[in-house]
Nanobody, 123 residues
Framework: QVQLVESGGGLVQAGGSLRLSCAAS?????AGWFRQAPGKEREFVAG????????YYSDPVKGRFTISRDNAKNTVYLQMNNLKPEDTAGYYC???????????????????WGQGTQVTVSS
């Protein structure tokens, strides 16, 4: 079992920045972030491999968000810059403990999910 605890969400004006953190109870093979806005489908945001050498971003956040990890702390980060109102959503940390190939953007690839942290961007 892996417990994931997110922090760092909040209210920010458009153009501002936030950094989300996700502390895991143990090291994971891969990790990432999904988000879901009211009335919308859950969507993949970013993913990172165990070593951190591979990262993957959805098109809407590419160039604005950066995912990173500190394996000594079992923590994954999502630095979000130039935030837009359309980034408003609940953000969920996800983790995978199985090695091997997988589809970054598929929610079923991740067995563990955090409780979520709210990000609200005002215009």
């Amino acid at each position: 079992q892996v417990q994931l605890v997110e922090s760092g969400g909040g209210l920010v004006q458009a153009g501002g920045s936030l950094r989300l953190s996700c502390a895991a109870s143990r090291r994971t093979f891969a990790a990432g972030w999904f988000r879901q806005a009211p009335g919308k489908e859950r969507e993949f945001v970013a993913g990172i491999s165990l070593s951190g050498s591979s990262t993957y971003y959805s098109d809407p956040v590419k160039g604005r968000f950066t995912i990173s990890r500190d394996n000594a702390k079992n923590t994954v980060y999502l630095q979000m810059n130039n935030l837009k109102p359309e980034d408003t959503a609940g953000y969920y940390c996800v983790a995978r403990v199985l090695s091997g190939s997988y589809d970054w953007v598929n929610p079923s690839a991740y067995a563990y999910w955090g409780q979520g942290t709210q990000v609200t961007v005002s215009s």
